[in-house]
Nanobody, 117 residues
Framework: QVQLVESGGGLVQAGGSLRLSCAAS????????MGWYRQAPGKQRDMVATITTGGKPNYTDSVKGRFTISRDNAKNTVYLQMNSLKPEDTAVYYC???????????WGQGTQVKVSS
C-alpha cells in the first residue's frame, strides 16, 4: 500500500521560510519522479516542483529562485525548501509520486501552508 505522508506546513509571515517533507512507503522510491503540487481555495491543483529519479529539478516559474526541491533516496523522502514566502504561496501542498514504469500517480493527504502579509 502506497503511503505519502507530508509534514512541515504551517503559518508563516511573508518573507519567511518553511521546509516541507514527504516520507514515502510502499513504493520503489528510486523509480519514482517525486513532486510537490499545491491547490489554493477555488483553484486547480498546480505543479510547484518535481525532481526526477536522477535528481534533476523542475520548477514552476513563480517559485524559481525561492524554492528548492531535493530527495534522499536512502530515506525515501522528498523535501521542499521554501524561502522568501509570499501570501500567494498560500495553499494546500501535496506530495506526488509518479512511477515512471507504470505511469501511476500517488498522492499524499496534503499539508496547509499559510503566508500572512
Amino acid at each position: 500500500q502506497v503511503q505519502l505522508v507530508e509534514s512541515g506546513g504551517g503559518l508563516v509571515q511573508a518573507g519567511g521560510s518553511l521546509r516541507l517533507s514527504c516520507a514515502a512507503s510502499g513504493i520503489i522510491f528510486s523509480i519514482n519522479t517525486m513532486g510537490w503540487y499545491r491547490q489554493a481555495p477555488g483553484k486547480q491543483r498546480d505543479m510547484v516542483a518535481t525532481i526526477t529519479t536522477g535528481g534533476k529539478p523542475n520548477y514552476t516559474d513563480s517559485v524559481k529562485g525561492r524554492f528548492t526541491i531535493s530527495r534522499d533516496n536512502a530515506k525515501n523522502t522528498v523535501y521542499l525548501q521554501m524561502n522568501s514566502l509570499k501570501p500567494e504561496d498560500t495553499a494546500v501542498y501535496y506530495c506526488n509520486a509518479h512511477n515512471r514504469l507504470t505511469l501511476r500517480d500517488s498522492w499524499g493527504q496534503g499539508t496547509q501552508v499559510k503566508v500572512s502579509s
